[in-house]
């Protein structure tokens, strides 16, 4: 099973920018579409980000579309979130997910992926 972590959180003021990074071990994510979500207190996992497996399809949540880009380098085995003009309602933990099966398009249920990270915290200051 794929173990992703996470890394690059912290804490940043409004209009500022962090680069989350998924670094991936005990197997490969080139087969993989990928997805970013989050989760701030109180409120369910929702869909930030997603990359197919060639890069070549990216889709986002509404909320952070001309902020938030997706990438991936899968000769790194890694998954990057570059986060651009971040706001107070951005914060949340990320986690960074694996899907195994074949998409045209990343989707956006949290159920559909197959394996998680541990997630990492970004807080976002007014």
């Known amino acids: 099973q794929v173990q992703l972590e996470e890394s690059g959180g912290g804490l940043v003021q409004a209009g500022g920018s962090l680069r989350l990074s998924c670094a991936a071990s005990?197997?490969?994510?080139?087969?993989?579409?990928m997805g970013w979500f989050r989760q701030a207190p109180g409120k369910e996992r929702e869909f930030v980000a997603g990359?197919?497996?060639?890069?070549?399809?990216?889709r986002y949540a509404d909320s952070v579309k001309g902020r938030l880009t997706i990438s991936r380098d899968n000769a790194e085995n890694t998954v990057a979130l570059q986060m651009n003009s971040l706001k107070p309602e951005d914060t949340a933990v990320y986690y960074c997910?694996?899907?195994?099966?074949?998409?045209?398009?990343?989707?956006?249920?949290?159920?559909?992926?197959?394996?998680w990270g541990q997630g990492t915290q970004v807080t976002v200051s007014s």
């Open positions: 005990k197997g490969t994510i080139t087969s993989s579409t």
């Open positions: 997910a694996g899907d195994v099966g074949w998409r045209m398009v990343p989707r956006t249920t949290p159920g559909v992926y197959d394996y």
């Open positions: 990359i197919n497996w060639n890069g070549g399809t990216t």
